[in-house]
Antibody, heavy 117, light 108 residues
Framework: QVQLQESGPGLVKPSETLSLTCTVS????????WSWIRQPPGKGLEWIGN???????NYSPSLKSRASLSLDTSKNQFSLQLSSVTAADTAVYYC???????????WGQGTLVTVAS | EIVLTQSPATLSVSPGERATLSCRAS??????LAWYQEKPGQAPRLLIY???KRATDIPARFSGSGSGTEFTLTISSLQSEDFAIYYC??????????FGPGTKVDIK
């Protein structure tokens, strides 16, 4: 059973860069797709982007200019950086795993990131 | 972008009753639709994928049906632990694999 765990600062100042890491256990990051999804307070789920171990990645068009994904196979981790954050980026951020089909069969517990000064 | 619409927004059901949730897509997604359950403070849990296939360890009271643009999630006999928000997600065009706005199932 694959498990995912997000980590990173819970508070980020406006205009700075949000950085989160997802640690994967019970499975290898060199298979399947790895995604970041967020959920602003009281709102629905929004896909941010995904990455495959070969280095291919995709981003939401609305976040493409600010988001960057990477993975570290030696640590079995993948990461998200979101630059120039504003209050609108306040959300619970989830990391998730997709089989090659596109649905999400494993999720992290989520981490709340608040953007405030 | 494929837009998903879920109805109703809120469904009030008594324990033991059947709940029927709908998800409509703005264009055909074939059978590429998933359903998730979300409880407060917890990560979403995959219930159904491929429109009707139950995910691992999901009870048989959860069933999915439909294809194309019209889908249904049925909970045959609601248990106390089933009161939650349910999201549908299409992955016919993935990424991005858009989510619906959710249906909240609460206690009547």
């Amino acid at each position: 059973q694959v498990q995912l765990q997000e980590s990173g600062p819970g508070l980020v100042k406006p205009s700075e860069t949000l950085s989160l890491t997802c640690t994967v256990s019970g499975g290898s990051i060199t298979v399947e797709y790895w995604s970041w999804i967020r959920q602003p307070p009281g709102k629905g789920l929004e896909w941010i982007g995904n990455i495959y171990y070969s280095g291919s990645f995709n981003y939401s068009p609305s976040l493409k200019s600010r988001a960057s994904l990477s993975l570290d196979t030696s640590k079995n981790q993948f990461s998200l950086q979101l630059s120039s954050v504003t209050a609108a980026d306040t959300a619970v951020y989830y990391c998730a795993k997709s089989p090659y089909s596109g649905y999400y069969d494993s999720w992290g517990q989520g981490t709340l990131v608040t953007v405030a000064s | 972008e494929i837009v998903l619409t879920q109805s109703p927004a809120t469904l009030s059901v008594s324990p033991g009753e059947r709940a029927t949730l709908s998800c409509r897509a703005s264009q055909s997604v074939n059978f590429n639709l998933a359903w998730y359950q979300e409880k407060p403070g917890q990560a979403p849990r995959l219930l159904i994928y491929g429109a009707y296939k139950r995910a691992t360890d999901i009870p048989a009271r959860f069933s999915g049906s439909g294809s194309g643009t019209e889908f249904t999630l049925t909970i045959s006999s609601l248990q106390s632990e089933d009161f939650a928000i349910y999201y549908c997600q299409q992955y016919n065009i993935w990424p991005p694999g858009t989510f619906g706005p959710g249906t909240k199932v609460d206690i009547k």
